[in-house]
């Protein structure tokens, strides 16, 4: 289930005082079972890009094709829940549109709507609810009752039970404690690995972008800068702080480190693993110089 | 929600976007007292040549206004039947039972649709001209006279206006729970009624949790900051009259003037 953009551009308020583009000729490829992050800044179009996968928004010109299945700025608004149903979207601050009377309703709400039987979908919830690591001793609570934490991962299971298989994930960790967010971002990483399921994720976090993903989309003001692994785009600091990137806190102390003259002769490290390794072979190279 | 053009505002730099916000809501209602005094086809022509040269000052386009009168369509063209069929008087060009379509009922029928048009038109010039604070300050302004026999008009004020900054804040809410419904399989605007108030539900609740939810945060940051009413505060923006505010209201009195004289 391959997502392609051909020629994507989208105007918000078409035809308007207000009218104001928002993607700029967008071409880009998402594989299945890949991890794809995509970065920039606040209002580099981020968002406005993953609601065009399913269907929240339509191409004003160019076209989309999702598995096959194209969407144009013509395509009727009618027969999109197949769609809608493989490709599942999480929301920023998901828990903010939770309504249902219980925890167990609200995460049958998407499943019945694509019109799986009531049984298939209370099964459904009762699964997913401990999937994303809830008692499920919750599922007859009220979901105004739980933690922000909680609500958010009822929320996340509520988009699950749909069983999409691409999943696109807007900020999810936004707003939670690092806990938390280690949490959710292990979950993410379990369903693209044991499920392989298609993970599309929006993020601030580089660290995130760069233990997780496979491929990284970089965003700026409505354009594709950039498109490449993360060590591709994490090469060139000057180039990412000219967009207004951070690096991952581990190059980030690679980098000083190297400026106290410390190198790396393949590339610099992006996670923790990579700079353990890195130095581990140092150091044992010079240790065992000075035995020899 | 791009087609909701009520309260919106367009800027401008036209004479009737610098006006003061206290003139034209005093015009403007003057003016819907002035549609409600016409009643022949001369008093008609003096009152939509005065608003259309309104419009046409204010530089906004008339689609807008176009736009302004959809929401309200339905009422206008029940109104309208209604008067139709139930006015009496004069010719009866048709009957059957005690509907009758009658000269006079004609006539009374099309006067409503143009005071309809008249004041929806009017009103729209003023919210699309005007930002919704100074619509605020504007009537804080106005209201101020009635302090003297203890009417809380801050109080009202900033209720009025923490309410107006906020419709485009539970605008986008709302249409971002919409767009999150809808990843879910909602449809929104199909299927049978039945199905239809069903849709509403997913919305509305989450819509309401937030505003409350923001209510309260609102009200703890003013409490925090020591608020307190009837302080006499004063304004960072302060509304100042001007002479074109004069000449403007001046024209609509004279108008006012001449209609009384040609009116039956």
């Known amino acids: 289930m391959s997502i392609t953009f051909n020629k994507v551009n989208y105007f918000y308020q078409m035809n308007s005082p207000f009218q104001h583009q928002a993607l700029h000729d967008i071409n880009l490829e998402i594989k299945d079972h890949s ?73 049958m709400f998407g499943p019945l709507n694509f019109g799986m039987g009531e049984a298939k979908a209370e099964a459904q919830a009762i699964k997913l609810v401990k999937e994303v690591g809830l008692d499920s001793d919750i599922l007859e609570r009220s979901p105004f009752e739980l933690s922000g934490g909680q609500m958010r991962r009822v929320a996340i299971a509520g988009v699950l039970a749909s069983d999409p298989q691409t999943l696109i994930l807007d900020e999810p960790t936004a707003g939670l404690d690092p806990r938390g967010r280690n949490e959710i971002m292990e979950l993410v990483q379990k369903l693209h690995q044991e499920q392989g399921k ?95 | 929600m791009d087609k909701f053009i009520f309260g919106r505002f367009i800027p401008g730099e036209s004479w009737v976007h610098k006006m003061d916000p206290r003139a034209k809501l005093l015009i403007s209602f003057f003016f819907i007292l002035l549609v409600f005094f016409a009643n022949n086809v001369m008093s008609y022509v003096l009152v939509f040549a005065v608003l259309i040269s309104s419009i046409l000052l204010s530089g906004v386009s008339l689609g807008f206004f176009i736009k302004g009168i959809r929401p309200l369509l339905w009422l206008m063209v029940f109104t309208v039947i209604i008067q139709i069929l139930f006015g009496a008087g004069g010719h009866v060009y048709w009957s059957w039972g005690w509907i009758s379509i009658t000269q006079q009922g004609v006539i009374s029928a099309v ?28 009537v804080e302004e106005l209201l101020k006279p009635l302090k003297k026999i203890h009417f809380p008009v801050e109080t009202l004020a900033l209720m009025l206006s923490l309410a107006l900054r906020f419709v485009p804040t539970l605008m986008d809410e709302a249409t971002k729970i919409m767009d999150a419904q809808r990843a879910r399989g909602v449809d929104f605007g199909s299927g049978g009624v039945k199905q239809q108030v069903k849709t509403v539900v997913p919305l509305l609740i989450p819509l309401f949790v937030s505003a409350f939810n923001r209510a309260s945060d609102i009200a703890i940051a003013m409490e925090a900051r020591g608020y307190k009413d009837g302080l006499n505060r004063t304004k960072y923006r302060e509304l100042r009259w001007r002479k074109q505010d004069s000449i403007s209201g001046l024209i609509y009195v004279v108008a006012g003037v001449v209609l009384l004289f040609i009116r039956n």
Do not use: C
């Open chain 2, 111 to 138: 006067y409503i649709l143009l005071r309809f048009l008249a004041i929806i038109m009017m009103s729209t010039l003023l919210t699309l001209t005007t930002q919704p604070l100074q619509i605020a300050d504007g």
């Open chain 1, 198 to 292: 298609t993970i599309i994720l929006v993020t601030h976090q580089m660290e995130d972008v760069a233990k997780y993903a496979d491929q990284v989309i970089v965003m700026d003001e409505g354009q594709v800068e950039k498109i490449g692994s993360p060590q591709e785009v994490f090469s060139n600091i000057e180039w990412l702080q000219k967009h207004h990137l951070e690096l991952p806190q581990t190059t980030q102390f690679a980098i000083s480190m190297q400026k106290k003259g410390f190198s790396f002769p393949d590339h610099l490290p992006l996670n923790e693993d990579e700079l353990a390794i890195e130095l581990a072979k140092q150091i044992d190279v010079e240790g065992s110089g000075e035995l020899g």
């Open chain 1, 35 to 107: 991890f794809t992050a995509i970065i920039g800044h606040t209002g580099s179009g981020k968002s406005t890009l993953v609601q065009q996968m399913n269907a929240l928004l339509k191409p004003s010109t160019g076209f989309i094709d999702v598995d096959g299945r194209q969407i144009t700025a013509d395509t009727s608004n009618k027969n999109l829940k197949v769609l809608r149903q493989h490709v599942g979207m999480v929301f920023q601050f998901p828990e903010n549109k939770l309504f249902e009377e219980t925890v167990k309703k609200d995460v």
